[in-house]
């Protein structure tokens, strides 16, 4: 990965967080932080999976990956809560 896909990757990790976490149903007792924290390791891991699955790089928008990187910030942010809430 270049440095320009991880720059890519951290930024869209900030809009990752946001709608992993808008997936998630309920409250979320996490901050912003930890949620931006969350979107930007699930959009480099998100990346690395598109990427070996063969659907990183396609014409127009990489609908699947996005959805990949989603779909881990969901989990992440849920497990994140829970780990939090067991405190």
Partial sequence: MEI????????I???????GRLVVPGRQHIGVLWTIVVGIVAALVGS???AGIGVAHTRGPDWIEWLIQ???AAV???ALDR?????
């Fill in 4 to 11: 320009s896909g991880i720059i890519s990757a951290i930024v």
């Fill in 48 to 50: 690395a999976i598109a």
């Fill in 76 to 78: 992440g942010i849920s």
């Fill in 70 to 72: 989603i779909a881990l």
């Fill in 13 to 19: 990790g900030l809009i990752i967080g946001v709608l």
């Fill in 83 to 87: 780990a939090r809430a067991r405190r």
